[in-house]
């Protein structure tokens, strides 16, 4: 007896989520939703709102009929709709990656906060992993260790200033990243294109080895002990995420403190009005036994 699995079309290796494009959103949406009215004051649904009946009918109202595949809301699975936005924002589902982006790149000079040899050793990583191959990938990581003999020095320039003035000094870190970069992308064209290994079959490993890569990358710019930037020396500004809003922890700080400040007010405030009453009622009772 055979099973499923067995069957080579029906045996799933790797599945794979991302997030929709705009112009995907666009040629999937039969909608555009422009309208912040949703119903009239009959109750009718205004179309070009939320609840055009091109998206299917609102649960609930089982009169109405889809204005695309035509059936009642107990059949219509919906349709997607879009609404575009004047502005560019950050997507909800991705706090977290920003977060930690941003906290990795410098407020003052907006580089962000990695050598250059490990972008360098990223990109090549990825062109490896790209084209299939895992183990070479890892290789790199010894080439460059190889490659590099005082990876501190190579911190204040970035690959590609060549237009900018260099010292003596920064001209020669500059040589070295150069003379990396060859050394990586020689290796990367002989693995890619010398045929003498072939990549990785499975996709699951190539795809978790990407998210190690990434990780890893993300972990060397995340500047948790880091108090000054490593490019132009300016103190590092940290960043916090409060009601979807990405706050300068200083500025933060001192908000809170004026905060403070003014519940310290009140609680003056509420402490004289209580003085107050007390000594009214104090008064009263005297005033009442008096009588
Ligand atoms: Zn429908
Ligand atoms: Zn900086």
Same mark, same amino acid.
């Given at each position: 007896m055979g099973s499923y699995s067995q069957v080579e079309h029906t045996r799933i290796e790797d599945i794979g989520f991302r997030i929709y494009t705009e112009d995907e959103?666009?040629?999937?949406?039969?909608?555009e939703v422009t309208n912040d009215e949703s119903f009239n004051e009959l109750g009718h649904i205004i179309p070009s709102g939320l609840y055009d009946l091109r998206m299917g009918p609102v649960p609930?109202?089982?009169?109405?009929?889809?204005?695309?595949?035509?059936?009642?809301?107990?059949?219509?699975? #919906?349709?997607?709709?879009?609404?575009?936005?004047?502005?560019?924002?950050?997507?909800?589902?991705?706090?977290?990656? %920003?977060? !930690? @982006?941003?906290?990795g790149i410098c407020c003052n000079c907006h580089r962000i906060q990695v050598r250059a040899h490990h972008v360098l050793l990223l990109k090549y990583q990825m062109?490896?992993?790209?084209?299939?191959?895992?183990?070479?990938?890892?290789?790199?990581?010894?080439i460059l260790s190889r490659s590099i003999s005082s990876p501190m020095?190579?911190?204040?320039?970035?690959? #590609?200033?060549?237009?900018?003035?260099?010292?003596?000094?920064?001209?020669?870190?500059?040589?070295?990243?150069?003379? %990396?970069? !060859? @050394?990586l992308s020689k290796y990367?064209?002989?693995?890619?294109?010398?045929?003498?290994?072939?990549?990785?079959?499975?996709?699951?490993?190539?795809k978790n080895l990407e998210t190690e890569v990434v990780k890893s990358f993300i972990k060397k710019c995340y500047y948790s002990d880091k108090k000054r930037c490593i490019f132009c020396h300016q103190s590092i500004?940290?960043?916090?995420?409060?009601n979807s809003r990405f706050i300068r922890s200083g500025v933060n700080k001192k908000e809170k403190d004026k905060d403070k400040d003014k519940d310290k007010d009140k609680d003056g405030q509420t402490e004289e009005v209580e003085a107050e009453r007390e000594?009214?009622?104090?008064?009263?009772?005297k005033w009442r036994r008096e009588i």
């Open positions: 959103i666009r040629h999937i949406s039969l909608v609930g109202r089982t009169k109405d009929i889809c204005q695309t595949c035509g059936k009642t809301n107990l059949r219509c699975q #919906g349709h997607c709709g879009h609404i575009e936005l004047p502005l560019p924002v950050y997507n909800p589902f991705f706090y977290n990656v %920003l977060n !930690k @982006t941003l906290r062109q490896l992993l790209d084209a299939g191959y895992g183990y070479e990938a890892l290789e790199l990581e010894n020095e190579a911190t204040e320039v970035a690959v #590609g200033i060549d237009d900018k003035e260099l010292s003596q000094k920064d001209a020669g870190i500059v040589a070295d990243l150069m003379n %990396l970069k !060859k @050394t990367c064209d002989k693995v890619i294109r010398g045929g003498t290994c072939s990549p990785e079959t499975s996709t699951s490993i190539i500004v940290r960043l916090t995420l409060q000594e009214r009622e104090e008064e009263g009772g």
